[in-house]
């Protein structure tokens, strides 16, 4: 069983960064793909960023140049810096792992024996 947990998230103005983490505990951990998604009120998740076994990137175009995922296979903990944050990036944010057969960053694609963890919230107002 995979166990995530998400830290980082907070409040910060219009054009400020953040850096989210998620700590897992698996032992498997370098064999699977992981993801950022974020889930806005009143919205269906969505991507978001993946990260493969081989350390291959994926971005959706909403987030793509200013969010960086990234993985630290020997501390089992997954990253996202975000920069240059708009008030439509408010948002719960989770992290996500699964097996890496289709490792895109769709919430759709982590249908194989994928583990969520329960959020970090983000918020973006000045």
């Known amino acids: 069983r995979v166990e995530l947990q998400e830290s980082g998230g907070g409040s910060v103005q219009p054009g400020g960064s953040l850096r989210l983490a998620c700590a897992a505990s698996a032992f498997d951990y370098r064999s699977l793909c992981l993801g950022w998604f974020r889930q806005a009120p009143g919205k269906e998740r969505e991507g978001g960023a993946t990260?493969?076994?081989?350390?291959?990137?994926k971005y959706t175009d909403s987030v793509k140049g200013l969010f960086t995922i990234s993985r630290d296979n020997a501390a089992n903990t997954l990253y996202l810096q975000m920069n240059n944050l708009k008030p439509e990036d408010t948002a719960m944010y989770y992290c996500?792992?699964?097996?890496?057969?289709?490792?895109?960053?769709?919430?759709?694609?982590?249908?194989?024996?994928?583990?969520w963890g329960h959020g970090t919230q983000v918020t973006v107002s000045s």
């Open positions: 990260i493969d076994t081989d350390g291959s990137q």
């Open positions: 996500a792992a699964d097996r890496p057969f289709h490792c895109t960053p769709n919430p759709a694609s982590f249908v194989y024996d994928p583990h």
